[in-house]
Nanobody, 121 residues
Framework: VQLVESGGGPVQAGESLRLSCKTSGYTAGRYCMGWFRQVAGKKREGVAAVHTRGGGKVYADSVKGRFTFSQGYNLQMNGLNPDDAATYYC?????????????????????WGQGTQVTVS
């Protein structure tokens, strides 16, 4: 399984970006797809997650109302502010039947992209 993020870059506060997550190597099944972000020296934090078989989308409180999944697993980010500046990662794991609501815990995810940098000034 390979994940490749794109779409990051520098923006002004209040502007928008859409991050894309290109996937390859997946076989049919149940997966959780998540977006995470990390600032140097800080822990990686969950931003949003969605189950590939439907189910509710999950968003961190800090991004609710501003970030949404768009066209699959892409992340539409509106109203960006300096606190959103970070390296953003797409991640995934094969979800057992018991998982219907995907977690925002980085340790649950096993496949990761290389990250894309978002800068907000």
């Amino acid at each position: 399984v390979q994940l490749v993020e794109s779409g990051g870059g520098p923006v002004q506060a209040g502007e928008s970006l859409r991050l894309s997550c290109k996937t390859s190597g997946y076989t049919a099944g149940r997966y959780c797809m998540g977006w995470f972000r990390q600032v140097a020296g800080k822990k990686r934090e969950g931003v949003a997650a969605v189950h590939t078989r439907g189910g509710g989308k999950v968003y961190a409180d800090s991004v609710k109302g501003r970030f949404t999944f768009s066209q699959g697993y892409n992340l539409q980010m509106n109203g960006l502010n300096p606190d959103d500046a970070a390296t953003y990662y797409c991640a995934a794991f094969s979800a057992p039947l018991s998982v219907t609501r995907c977690p925002l815990t980085p340790g649950d995810y096993v496949a990761w992209g290389q990250g894309t940098q978002v800068t907000v000034s």
